[in-house]
């Protein structure tokens, strides 16, 4: 009681979801408090023995046990009230007692055993112990409505909220990201639940085929995906079942383009011919979920900036960028198709991220014939992820365009 409890409120501690650890520490240190000088442990026992009975009878036994070696050893302390720290310095007088203080080590070794232990159940079995719980309420996922910050407590709760509902780590067989979206494989696609999806704040989910998935989130999809992975190493994440209805808007809205006020002009990033989104062969910018805007197919392998700003994002693989103009526009250049998978090879960066650039500066260099022959198609969107928040943008390039000087498309207000 004195060590073995303490044991299992750290292991409960520190199984539950960061952002719950505040409150959960709270609970578990008044209970393993209670139990190590007074011996009182209906706290930290009721704490898990309704959630997960199993841990009851794992600590049930363990009590059994730890008994048995004091006796079978002959350390013998006796206790007055519940056999806590306080009985313990009493009892050490009393002339009956024999070799009591081998039970502060036989107690160490229990305080392993119990964190280890439950530890261990808790999340192979994925209980449902203090911080464990994962918010299923419709105010609660409403939450996701409010803006998020990218810091790490934000991205990991953002991370335990879509494994949830893409059917919890047993249904993910590959996490992976590019630039705007995760590229999920899953055991069943039909589980994704796509309003809780939506309700987190993707502006898109596109199926592939029956175990591949993508969700369109912006370009925080790195950031979460590499929680994601995380997460999913060491701990199960079960399924959220939220049913209701979808109200959000779709990511494209139509917009008169003959209205407005130009605010931003973009010039060609490379070099090449003009495509429309509509012929680009990749349904999230074909549907443009991720954005409006042109596709270039290039036919020269310097990529320069089609705006002045800050660079906010380039892929880890370099062939795809995000730059964030002074009047707030996100562009997204993104280099080929499916050009993720080839881990980085034939595209290399000429700056780095958070770097201010000049319209018309180099960002990237490609080895177009590498890349033509491995990528599905070198055909490269150029669109503003952000152009719900503008009148639109009209499209005033054909044919074949010159990088850093052809204008290719207007930004209206």
Known sequence: MMFGLPGAALAIYQCARPENKAKVAGIMMEGAF???????????????????????VIHALLTGFSVYIAAAMHWISGFGFSAGLVDM????????AVHWYM????????FCLYYVIFRVVINKFNLMTSGREIINDYQAVDDYDKDITTSAKDITHEAYQYLAAVGGTDNLTVIDACITRF??????????NDNLVKKLGASGIIRLNKHSVQIIVGTRAEMIAEAMKKIAAREVVSPLNFVGKDNRQSAVK???????????TLVAPVSGEIYSLDEVPDEAFASRIVGDGLAIKPTSGEVLAPVSGKIVKIFATNHAFCIETNEGVEVIVHMGIDTVTLKGQGCERLVEENSDVKVGQPILKLDLDYLEQHAKSMISPVVIINIDDYQGLTIVATGEVIAGVTPIYDVLK
Do not use: C, W
């Not at 139990?35 to 009721?46: H, N, R, Y």
């Open 254 to 264: 139509v917009k008169n383009k003959h209205v407005g006020q130009t605010i931003l």
């Open 89 to 96: 310095l009493l009892q050490s007088r009393n002339p009956l």
């Open 103 to 110: 039970l502060i080590f036989q107690g160490i070794l229990f």
């Open 34 to 56: 209670a139990a190590f000088f007074t011996g009182i442990t209906e706290p930290l026992e009721f704490s898990f023995m309704f959630v997960a009975p199993v841990l009851y």
């Open 183 to 192: 590229r999920l494989g899953v055991k069943a696609v039909d589980i994704v």
